[in-house]
């Protein structure tokens, strides 16, 4: 479904429809009937989840976003700008907290002239982008309500001069390493080859044990809270019966697989239903669920991920500490 909305500089469009709101419905019935229930972890981000996670970005053993925006301040920025940048795609916009960094370095630039946000949240959507065109006299924006896995497509064709499309905060690690590489091709296919159009990524850096696991278990428990808030969002949408309180949030580091893994573990046994779905579930006491995972990178990773796309880094930055990277890519064919 294609709803539109317009406002002097700004067009809205909803790509979200009666089989989207299924979404959440056949990935319980998948995930959560195989032999190792998992489910994925965009279904953390109603409302609630989201304000947890912005929690979460505050701690103190929550590094991704502090680093991240250190060299977005440091460099990120400048190097965006460097390219004569006329148009901004970010994945998964939110409020652009961060991408107003690029965005001002773009408009102080004057070469900024669209920005093209795709988000689940239509309000989040329209207020940011009218808070947007009030702060940067001449921009338009062209705001895409969707789930960026699914309507991809919808983007609109670039404007005569460089593309960047930008997705931030280590997201692509929420990928399994196979998804990842498709992904990335179909990110790659909104670049234009022998053009300045580039990719702008955030990946989360392999790093000492210690300092990862913090990061997923905060003393303050948001993170805890976090986890066990798709237990919620399933009681609410699907009429299920979680007895949210008696799952245990774990994350710890795969050594072998170099990712973090958050499951939610049952510390009794129990049977839940989904009434939604007329779904019994049974769980026996101790079992884990998985609920997310975080691939860490190291730089071969990144480079093998991106040339298995059909993409090359032009340039990859970090923070001092060597803890998150944001390189900049191009297509591979130009």
Request: without cysteine; aromatic residues 6%.
């Amino acid at each position: 479904m294609d709803r539109t909305t317009t406002r002097e500089a700004v067009v809205v469009r909803s790509y979200l429809g009666p089989s989207d709101e299924r979404s959440l419905a056949d990935d319980v019935l998948d995930g959560m009937t195989r032999p190792f229930k998992e489910i994925q972890p965009k279904h953390f981000y109603d409302a609630r989840g989201g304000d947890l996670f912005d929690r979460i970005t505050e701690l103190d053993e929550y590094y991704p976003t502090r680093a991240e925006r250190t060299i977005l301040e440091a460099r990120g920025a400048e190097a965006v700008a460097e390219t004569g940048t006329v148009e901004l795609v970010e994945l998964g916009s939110g409020t652009a907290t961060k991408t107003r960094i690029l965005l001002r370095a773009l408009h102080d630039a004057g070469t900024l002239l669209r920005y093209v946000p795709i988000d689940v949240t239509e309000g989040l959507v329209r207020s940011t982008a009218d808070d947007l065109v009030d702060e940067l006299p001449g921009l338009s924006v062209h705001g895409i309500v969707g789930d960026f896995e699914r309507h991809l497509r919808h983007v609109p064709p670039p404007l005569d001069g460089p593309r960047v499309v930008a997705f931030l905060g280590g997201t692509i690690g929420n990928f399994p390493p196979g998804s990842r590489r498709r992904f990335l091709r179909r990110l790659a296919r909104l670049l234009r080859p022998g053009t300045a159009d580039r990719l702008l990524l955030g990946t989360d850096l392999v790093k000492d044990v210690g300092t990862l696991e913090a990061a997923y278990n905060d003393s303050e428990g948001v993170t805890a809270e976090f986890n066990r808030n798709v237990l919620r969002v399933m009681n609410r949408e699907l009429d299920a019966d979680f007895d949210v309180d008696a799952f245990e949030h774990v994350a710890f580091f795969d050594h072998d697989r170099e990712w973090i893994e958050m499951r939610l573990r049952a510390q009794r046994r129990m049977d839940v239903h989904v009434g939604a779905l007329d779904l019994d579930l049974a769980f026996a006491a101790r079992e884990e669920m998985r609920t997310e995972i975080s691939a860490k990178f190291t730089r071969e990773r990144l480079e093998g991920d991106l040339a298995a796309a059909g993409m090359r880094p032009v340039e990859v930055m970090t923070d001092p500490d060597g803890l998150f990277a944001l390189s900049l890519s191009e297509r591979a064919d130009g």
